[in-house]
């Protein structure tokens, strides 16, 4: 095993991991937007040591815009309406579902390849993207718009009414 | 780098999900909670991209890396959306 990858890995994995935590903790936008920023920092560092050097960089880019936006300090509080006896019911399913996700990969095996792309395969990716699988990029493409012309549209309106 | 690595990938994954569906739970606020999707989004991604990296696929080899992309853009587009919603008010 390449140490030096696999140092990569873990460390990014932990950076990551605790981002995710400390996201669901921390008190204020602030800190939750360091958090999620943390989360796509280790992220970005999870795709490089996989050799996924282009995706790393739209995560980056993408996760920095999340963290933005929950870290913006002028969106409204929406309390939930669940009590805490439903919030603790939740959090044991999540455990229950990293429990079977992780049992599922211990378990599950398959065949494996020896990877001949680069380290950063724009070139193959975007192929891949545009000519490939151009009807699911486009698909995204207008799932995006469609996402940020409501929430422009939303937010224009909301702020007009008061 | 070897696949020694294919299942802390996978684990790694698994973990990155159930961190983003504790978070949805656990967060009292839904405005908050939505930051979670972006963590079990990219916990897909990373299997993906690590199947496409160790495993021998029917499909293109980099297929896995192309639908980790879009799912990070997806989720700054979900979470735009979940802000955007929710509307302006006072910082809290």
Known sequence: MDSLHAIGFYVSAAISVGGGLALAFLPGRGSRGVALAATGLGLAGLYLSL??????????VCYAGCALLVAAPHYRVI????GGLWRQVGAVAAAGLFALLAFAAWRGDFFHAIYYSGDFGSAS????????????TEAVGALVLAAMAGA???????GRGR | MSTDLAF???FVASALVATGVFVV???????????????IFGGAGVAFA??????????????GQEVAALLAVVALALVALGVGIAGRGTPR
């Open chain 1, 51 to 60: 050799s996924a050097g282009f995706t790393a960089l739209v995560a980056l």
């Open chain 1, 79 to 82: 309390d939930n309406a669940v």
């Open chain 2, 50 to 63: 690590g199947v496409s990296r160790f495993a021998a696929t029917g499909g293109p080899p980099l297929f």
């Open chain 2, 8 to 10: 802390p990938v996978l």
């Open chain 1, 152 to 158: 422009t549209m939303m937010w224009r309106g909301r």
């Open chain 1, 125 to 136: 990716v975007g192929r891949l993207l545009f000519a490939h699988d151009a009807l699911a």
């Open chain 2, 25 to 39: 739970a656990w967060r009292r606020d839904l405005t908050a909670a939505i930051a979670g999707i972006p963590l």
